[in-house]
């Protein structure tokens, strides 16, 4: 699956280590400063990312999933980004805080690709350019929308349980990045 992260901060990059380590996806860094490679300290280690870091948006295409994980207020300036990486299948994931995910993005990728707000539990913090220390368990929750868990978490057989995201499916659809941490309740 081809992945974009579009804002490498302390969630995108945790985000965007976590798909590394999985190995699984075509992993792209859309960032505005260049950077060799991003590494994440978390409580099982270290990861060493080397995704390809892109900062120009006019090359890149179409991808399956965009993770949008820069500040709300940065959305106009990644329009941009969103245009090209959008192709008629995409699907965009807002990890920003705030509310009115979908009326943000909507008007920088049209009404019929499939805008999913999305909520993020993680203390992370960016140290430096491309440089983060990730010192809790990552939770990220969908609200609504196609089913995140199936495509952004790899496995549904949950083993081995290092390598892949617990997957529980109740109200919401939930999501948890869990191959560093020991576990995570599902929430209703």
Same mark, same amino acid.
């Given at each position: ?6 804002? %490498? ?5 945790? /985000?965007? =280590? ?5 190995? $699984? ?5 859309? !960032?505005? #400063?260049?950077?060799?490679?991003? +590494?994440?300290?978390?409580? $099982?280690?270290? #990861?060493?990312? =080397?995704?390809? &870091?892109?900062?120009?948006? #006019? ?6 999933? &965009? ?34 995910? &979908? ?5 920088? &990728?049209?009404? $019929?690709?499939? !805008?999913?707000? %999305? ?8 140290? =430096? ?18 089913? /995140?868990? +199936?495509?952004?978490?790899? #496995?549904?057989?949950? $083993?081995? @349980?290092?390598? +892949?995201?617990?997957?529980? @499916?109740?109200?919401?659809? @939930?999501?948890? @990045? ?11």
């Amino acid at each position: 699956m081809r992945i974009a992260v579009v804002g %490498v901060g302390a969630i995108g990059g945790s /985000l965007a =280590a976590d798909l590394a380590d999985l190995g $699984k996806h075509d992993l792209t860094l859309c !960032v505005r #400063s260049a950077f060799d490679r991003l +590494v994440v300290e978390h409580p $099982k280690g270290r #990861s060493q990312v =080397a995704a390809p &870091v892109v900062t120009d948006s #006019s090359k890149v295409g179409p991808v399956d999933w &965009v993770l949008l994980a820069t500040k709300a207020h940065q959305t106009e300036g990644s329009a941009p980004w969103l245009q090209a990486l959008c192709g008629p299948t995409t699907r965009i994931a807002v990890l920003q805080n705030g509310v009115d995910h &979908v009326s943000r993005v909507r008007p920088h &990728v049209g009404a $019929k690709l499939d !805008v999913v707000p %999305v909520v993020v539990q993680l203390a992370a913090e960016k140290t =430096a350019a491309a440089r983060i220390v990730h010192v809790s368990r990552l939770a990220v929750r969908a609200e609504r929308g196609p089913p /995140l868990a +199936v495509d952004l978490c790899i #496995s549904r057989d949950r $083993k081995p @349980f290092q390598d +892949v995201c617990q997957i529980a @499916f109740n109200v919401r659809e @939930f999501i948890a @990045f869990e191959h560093r941490f020991e576990h995570v309740e599902a929430t209703a």
